[in-house]
């Protein structure tokens, strides 16, 4: 006859999941950048909670934590660390998605171009992504030029990054799992073998 996993495994591994899931919930996801055109890229995170945002009249950007780094002919030129949205104004709007998977941006009405800076406002080098009109565009300002492209919208502009505790839940469940079951049996030495799948019989 097989024997049944005891109650209190069952609780104990629900309990850690919980315990780890819950925290996960809370925090903001983390979305890998990785743009390239013309001679620029555009690569590094952006940090926001899930969600749909839309950005007016130079609202705040929903962005935690800002770490792009531009680049122009190969070369690092810029960290830009903070996002403004001076240039999304009267009628335009600037939509953010952010889905457990990607980070889409779009655009209605114009102007609607959302920047990325180190300090300042429009300090040089930034990079812009937005439209003015049709199409849409993004841009890397720096002393040598701007090297521009157009951009169709809506444009996934990132990818989420797994959380740590969504990679290792699978791992604590299956350890808790076997330590219950060595546990198991210790007091029932019929109670089988997890590692090899076989089940004594009585």
């Given at each position: 006859?097989?024997?049944?996993?005891?109650?209190?495994?069952?609780?104990?591994?629900?309990?850690?999941?919980?315990?780890?899931?819950?925290?996960?919930?809370?925090?903001?996801?983390?979305?890998?950048?990785?743009?390239?055109?013309?001679?620029?890229?555009?690569?590094?995170?952006?940090?926001?909670?899930?969600?749909?945002?839309?950005?007016?009249?130079?609202?705040?950007?929903?962005?935690?934590?800002?770490?792009?780094?531009?680049?122009?002919?190969?070369?690092?030129?810029?960290l830009l660390t903070?996002?403004?949205?001076?240039?999304?104004?009267?009628?335009?709007?600037?939509?953010?998605?952010a889905t457990p998977?990607?980070?889409?941006?779009?655009?209605?009405?114009?102007?609607?171009?959302?920047?990325?800076?180190?300090?300042?406002?429009?300090?040089?080098?930034?990079?812009?992504?937005?439209?003015?009109?049709?199409?849409?565009?993004?841009?890397?300002?720096?002393?040598?030029?701007?090297?521009?492209?157009?951009?169709?919208?809506?444009?996934?502009?990132?990818?989420?990054?797994?959380?740590?505790?969504?990679?290792?839940?699978?791992?604590?469940?299956?350890?808790?799992?076997?330590?219950?079951?060595?546990?198991?049996?210790?007091?029932?030495?019929?109670?089988?073998?997890?590692?090899?799948?076989?089940?004594?019989?009585?």
């Amino acid at each position: 006859m097989m024997k049944f996993f005891p109650r209190s495994a069952l609780l104990t591994i629900v309990t850690a999941t919980l315990g780890l899931v819950a925290p996960c919930r809370t925090m903001a996801d983390l979305y890998f950048v990785h743009r390239v055109w013309s001679n620029a890229a555009l690569t590094g995170t952006l940090q926001l909670p899930e969600g749909n945002y839309t950005i007016m009249n130079r609202s705040p950007a929903p962005f935690t934590a800002v770490n792009l780094t531009l680049s122009v002919n190969g070369s690092q030129i810029a960290l830009l660390t903070n996002a403004n949205t001076q240039l999304i104004r009267g009628s335009g709007q600037f939509f953010i998605n952010a889905t457990p998977t990607t980070l889409t941006f779009s655009t209605a009405n114009v102007p609607a171009d959302l920047v990325f800076v180190n300090t300042g406002e429009f300090d040089i080098p930034r990079y812009t992504i937005g439209s003015d009109g049709n199409p849409g565009f993004e841009v890397a300002f720096y002393s040598g030029g701007s090297p521009l492209a157009d951009v169709t919208f809506p444009t996934v502009f990132g990818i989420a990054i797994p959380e740590p505790c969504t990679v290792t839940l699978g791992a604590v469940g299956v350890a808790t799992l076997m330590i219950t079951r060595r546990r198991s049996q210790t007091k029932d030495p019929k109670a089988g073998n997890l590692t090899t799948g076989t089940f004594n019989k009585t």
